[in-house]
């Protein structure tokens, strides 16, 4: 992953050829995606519940049966566990699974599956059997959806040995990070916020790092979505669209916010996150999983060990609460908002040592 | 399709045994009858519910009143416990469950919905697919544990059926002769999959047998049927005899839910050659012709299945948000120091106080 | 919980008469506490893989069948998501399961069953349907396993929502925290550090407070082992045993440590973390889990929010590292050793801002 | 117990179609005898290292002897693929695979064992119960879209059999027909539990009927009838008839492992009389009565498989701890920063440099 900047994605595997910016949603972003990953990679494979003929319940798979086949993409019977364990076999057999769980909630039976064979399997073969399994989780909330269609694995997967994590927060960036997840060799958990799946935006296919972009962005590494000066706001997925609004309303105040979208969740980008809070000296971490052992911990503690002697005040978390994903109205209660992340914000600007 | 409920098994373990129950009386098919109009009758209106914004998401059951009407009709609500899906609708109002309180969880009041399930005698509204079907066989084994007599049924789909808790629940039972009734609803579909793609050999009930244990593969759009299979697999398994599966061959008429779209997967025509005839139709011509029920006994139960989808519609728009106090309070019996300091951030910054 | 120190566990179950002191293994202190857990209550059940005739593979159960019958104590089909899944419906019939699964690798196939039924039950339920399980794990590395053998899930399983989670150090604390667990009517995970079952200690049956313990103990909080000024060592399970050690070390070079069993993985006693580290000014969190995302993330963060203005240093976390747990001689390795501790106590000691 | 191998099932999947094969010439039952010596000798060495203090512990197959040699030497090394658990030593040993390789998992030097699956066509040891079976739907499946004529088989126990991973193997693999061998070698114990409180109907081959899957239930210590039967599945799997499945009736007649005490759930009494004959006695007997050995091959072979074991033994005591950077070199083909950190200050630490 590290030398990876140097192969910058789509822009590569596409050739020279300017393809130029289009609006989408992030739903046909991710299906542009897969399309092309199928494309290029005859050993490429894209299967799941209902993912064939229907499209997936979301349609990121809308079509591709079609076009490439019913041997390239297909339904499974419905069993996570089975469809996880069947694509460490296809991995072993040399394809490249793109296998999806129709919900985070969904991805819990196969927990054992991924922990114990994903994610071990290239270290217990010394090497000699990759899993190059790019594994999309439909993920978050926000959807008002039944119990279990809006969770956050995020922690439990990057708490494990042997995973990447990666999350997109916009149309752009789900294109060009499912583009780079699917063609590494390692297992790949790709958490697609799904509230944003129809939220249009503008993708640049020549290029990860859209123009204008305050930072050189790569498919790698965590990426400055807007530049400020007084506070850094950390998320990933759905709540960076959230951060990002947030750090709009501050500006009124003249409070100047730097919103870095994480990106990958796993390995996390521990320069870009320390440079930023260097500059700002104050930091808020969010996201929608519950609070307790949740990733925030991870990124208020690399930020504490990185920035201990230019830090303002403690890393502050804003968070979903320590309960299970309500139902409803609640929902709105439960996800950070932004009056929550305004008044974490305003707690870290206004913290007075002693 | 054979209407009698007969048993698949070779094996010795195919005969059902338990006391014989009593044929069904014409009071009892009439009440049959009634309680599939009223779920016919509810279940269409939550579609309309649904479009009209009163609710945001429901899962029909069109098709299946008579697997889900006639299953939960044979349920002794003082003794047994019913493990339900999220498509449940006919087994929750045929036990008798507050409905208002059942279709709560549709208007996304409270997932589990809202209803008492020790009281109930109905499990929260489960869903994981196959989630609930292993707590059937921990609880019907308690009963054993007990020396109780209650019988503990599990509702599944063909699609469910894919799942490993599936097979180790079976094996658990079947080891344990845990007294379990597995109630799968074969409609057809796990959403846009054909059972084809999904039930390797074709039939649910046919896997009994590898556990040693009896299934019975019956019409499930013969609500008679359904009832007297369900009465015959409960005394089998309360007597003693360990676990029974029954697979209901029905099928699933509407969309999964409101947010699915049949057209993508399946056409009108072959909806109409594969669903066969409407249960509840088949079930009046049946009652009709028998002498059972006529036209006046029907209107009335029509008329009562509408007054009865006034209130619960009623009772649905009543029903607020629940308090957000309850996302802290219902987690633990013995909350924590963490939980109650979030609780109270939460007040401060959402009530702003 | 919070009030739970009124109860003071065992020496109220058993009334007032004094049961003194004897010297025992954890194995023998667990197999004391199950054994008076099922004489007390006649709806706790013991069950698992093995947990019948043989007593199980750790001889945790050993004579509990014989003792209490084989409708309390007995063996399952091999099959872990049907053990916990079979727990729930045991539950809500009334019944205390106290099931095992055999390996702390072999939890991954029931975190299905753990996170969305046994952790959610009560929530959905709505209060009715309470779920006091307790889910007995041997946990945590040390004894040359096969793979899958030597896992440490406690940052999975503090994360969800609805479960408690405990681990005891020494004999004492198994016998009071299990006893104390296996009574509340919530699900508890409690994770036994395998490496110390064969190790003998002092139980005092009278009190969950040990004689001469620096605070007055219960068997709800974090527990200070060891008094010292210069610097707090946070550590639970097998960890504590070695952070002792390395507290004597360090004190040969006058460097008085204190060691804090953090005991709770969840709920986490902040107060008594906090009280510590105000007063030392230093802290290092150790566990044998890997780093990323680890639970050291959430103790490191909740000290820093608790104490930023006393730190005098970063939290330091030495920990398992981003691998698959490896096989033997590596062991020694992986799990945090002496030196590795005594390492990051040095440079939290010299630490200077800079 | 009949010896031959016989179908189980009634339905038409019952019956194994494929080509036929010539059966074993004398030359082959002498080589699989040879194979059934040096893995019963090396494996009652390996508990002999065990109490040495070579290696840390050890799971013997004392008595699967005929059920691991007779099928993987039905295995085609040059295109099919083996799934094994933690006890298939007799199935690497016949397959050709590097012995000290093999056991280095034993000394806990590397837990899948130093061997290179992809070339040795044996996919790594597995601790996790049912681990694998899915990886061999998934590898056969994968033959199917490569339109390659490769077959998995993968091993599992009759404990193992109640994992929900079993039964989502044998429904995907029937369902996508893939081509794959389900060898349960039913050993009748999983630890302390014997086969009947395990298996609910008491035959894992009797839950293929339900997925419409051809099985066989075969005497696990008749080496020929093994291999035999393995052969057989393998042609119908590889003809692409689909998955086929293995029942191997055989007995661990040593403990579970080295730190397993049989005594406590079973009696010698009981072992005696569960065992039955000793596979490598039986198949002996059977050699020399049919006049296809003598007592001199007999000592041949056990002088080579004692020779074997010597040269076994010396690689393992030569086998030094795997290089610590190892831990953090082969957990990913594209490393990462933090990963690399952690290797430096491990080093740095370890190293003391
Ligand atoms: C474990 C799990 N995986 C996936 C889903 C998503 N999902 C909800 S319903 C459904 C299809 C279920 O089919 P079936 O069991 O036949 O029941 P039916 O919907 O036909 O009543 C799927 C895939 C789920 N709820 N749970
Ligand atoms: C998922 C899982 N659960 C538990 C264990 C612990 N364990 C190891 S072997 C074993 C018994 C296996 O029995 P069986 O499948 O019959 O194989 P055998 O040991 O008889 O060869 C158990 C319970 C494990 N390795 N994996
Ligand atoms: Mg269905
Ligand atoms: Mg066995």
Partial sequence: ???????????????????????????????????????????????????????????????????HGTGRVFDTPLAESGILGMSVGLAMAGFHPIPEVQFDGFAYPAVNQIVCQIARMNYRSRGTMPMPITLR?????????????????????????????VSPSNPHEAYHLLKYAATRPDPVIFMEPKSRYWQK??????????????????????????????????????????CLQVAELAAEDGIDIEVLDLRWLKPIDEATLAASVRKTRRAVVVHEAPLTSGLGAEVAQLITQACFDTLKAPVERITGFDVPYPSGDLEDEYIPNIDRILFGIQRVLEYKRG | ??????????????????????????????????????????????????????????????????????????????????FPTYREMGVARAMGVDMVAYMSTHKATWHGGLYNPIESRLAPIQA??????????????????????????????????????????MNFAAVMKAPVVFFVQNNGWAISVPTERQVAGGSVAARAAGYGMPALRIDGNDVVAVAEAT?????????????????????????HSTSDDPGRYRSL???????????????????????????????????????????????????????GTEMFDL???????????????????????
């Avoid at chain 1, 990876?4 to 050829?17: C, D, P, V």
């Avoid at chain 2, 049924?153 to 808790?165: H, L, N, P, R, V």
């Fill in chain 2, 231 to 255: 009465r015959r697999a409960f005394a089998h398994a309360r007597a003693g005899n360990g676990p029974v599966l029954i697979e209901a061959m029905t099928y699933r008429r509407g969309p």
């Fill in chain 1, 137 to 165: 989780v439909p993920s978050f909330g926000g959807i008002r959806a039944p119990e279990h269609h809006g969770e956050s694995l995020e922690a439990l997967f990057a708490h494990v040995p042997g995973l990447k994590v």
């Fill in chain 1, 1 to 67: 992953m590290s030398n990876a900047t140097l192969e910058s994605g789509a822009a590569m595997a596409e050739g020279t050829a300017r393809r130029g910016v289009e609006q989408l949603s992030m739903q046909q972003a991710l299906n542009r995606a897969l399309d092309e990953v199928l494309a290029a990679n005859p050993k490429a494979l894209v299967f799941g519940e209902d993912c064939g003929r229907l499209g997936g319940v979301f349609r990121i798979t809308d079509g591709l049966q079609a076009k």
């Fill in chain 2, 1 to 82: 399709m054979d209407t009698s409920p007969s048993p698949l098994n070779g094996n010795d373990a195919g005969h059902l045994s338990g006391p014989h129950a009593e044929p069904l009386t014409a009071e009892q098919l009439r009440e049959l009858y009634s309680l599939m109009v009223a779920v016919r009758h509810l279940d269409t209106s939550a579609i309309a519910w649904q479009r009209q914004g009163l609710i945001p998401g429901y899962a029909p059951e069109l098709g299946q009143e008579a697997a889900q009407v006639g299953s939960g009709y044979a349920v002794d609500t003082t003794r047994d416990f019913v």
């Fill in chain 1, 201 to 242: 935006g503008e993708v640049d296919f020549d290029s990860p790092d859209p123009a204008g972009s305050p930072t050189g962005g790569s498919p790698t590494g965590a990426k400055v979505m807007r530049a400020g000066r007084h506070l850094t706001l950390v998320a990933w997925g759905a709540m960076v669209a959230r």
């Fill in chain 2, 331 to 353: 987690v633990f019996q013995e909350t924590t120091p963490a939980l109650q300091a979030q609780a109270a951030s939460w007040r401060e910054e959402s009530e702003h106080v």
């Fill in chain 2, 128 to 169: 994981v697919v196959g989630g609930s079907v292993l707590h059937a066989v921990g609880w019907a084994h308690g009963q054993t544990l007990d020396q109780a007599d209650g019988v503990a049924m599990t509702y599944f789909g063909d699609g469910a059926s894919s799942q490993g808790d599936i097979h180790e629940a």
């Fill in chain 2, 269 to 323: 025509n072959e909806e109409r050659d594969d669903a066969g005839e409407d249960p509840l139709e088949r079930f009046r011509k049946q009652l009709l012709a028998d002498g059972i029920a006529d036209d006046a006994f029907f209107a009335e139960a029509l008329a009562a299945a509408k007054a009865e989808e006034d209130d619960i519609r009623a009772g649905i728009q009543a029903l607020g948000s629940r308090p």
